[in-house]
């Protein structure tokens, strides 16, 4: 069972169009990051939110911290086919330091 | 700055051999983390050290795996004896503080056959 629940798992779309994906768990967490991972590299980080309610934004990018601090997601707006990539949420739970990971949204961007 | 530096790159090792996966971390982070990732189970923490002292390793599969943390800009993992169920990616990731963004080296492929 993953403390970290990820939606979807897999997610095609058309250049141009918007998405989001969900990054859900019953945990309280004092912050959560997202990172992006290409193929035969590690993740690379995006953004951490810490307080709950927080929105970033990254050009393109917006993501929303939950006002419980359990869940997080990130919109993507007029995907580009540069934004293919396997997109992770981690965190540790609140009180501790062992940083955990979702299973992932793959993301594939058709031009 | 460097980043966290792993090697090798790719591992194929028969059955029964021992393996060490070797990573350096980026100076001044006082916390390395050990991860596995396949396409079932996704990225699995294994084991994590702060200021080289091992902190949680209640993610280390079985006895077979060990990690080692000599000192702060060295770290190892070994698997002895390996099995085919081995195969997977293995990242080291460091960073400098509590709760800061981890920072990943390019993982170890390795094939257990």
């Known amino acids: 069972t993953q403390l970290l629940e990820q939606s979807p798992q897999f997610l095609s779309i058309q250049e141009g169009e918007n998405l989001t994906v969900y990054c859900n768990s019953s945990?309280?967490?004092?912050?959560l990051q997202w990172y992006r991972q290409e193929p035969g590299e590690g993740p690379v980080l995006l953004v951490t939110v810490v307080t709950g309610g927080e929105v970033k934004k990254l050009k393109r990018l917006t993501f929303q911290f939950g006002d419980a601090r359990k869940d997080s997601s990130l919109h993507i707006t007029a995907a580009q086919t540069g934004d293919t990539g396997l997109y992770l949420c981690?965190?540790?739970?609140?009180?501790?330091?062992?940083?955990?990971f979702g299973a992932g949204t793959r993301l594939f961007v058709k031009a | 700055d460097a980043g966290v530096i792993q090697s090798p790159r790719h591992e194929v090792t028969e059955m029964g051999q021992e393996v060490t996966l070797r990573c350096k971390p980026i100076?001044?982070?006082?916390?390395l983390f050990w991860y596995r990732q396949t396409m079932m189970r996704g990225l699995e923490l294994l084991i994590y050290?702060?200021?080289?002292?091992?902190?949680?390793d209640s993610g280390m599969p079985e006895d077979r795996f060990s990690a080692k943390m000599p000192n702060a800009s060295f770290s190892t993992l070994k698997i002895q004896p390996s099995e085919p169920r081995d195969s997977a990616v293995y990242f080291c990731?460091?960073?400098?503080?509590?709760?800061?963004?981890?920072?990943f080296g390019n993982g170890t492929r390795l094939t257990v056959t």
């Open positions: 945990s309280v967490f004092s912050s």
């Open positions: 981690a965190g540790a739970p609140t009180g501790g330091f062992k940083t955990i």
């Open positions: 990731a460091s960073r400098p503080w509590g709760h800061s963004p981890l920072h």
């Open positions: 100076s001044g982070h006082n916390s």
């Open positions: 050290f702060n200021n080289n002292v091992p902190i949680d």
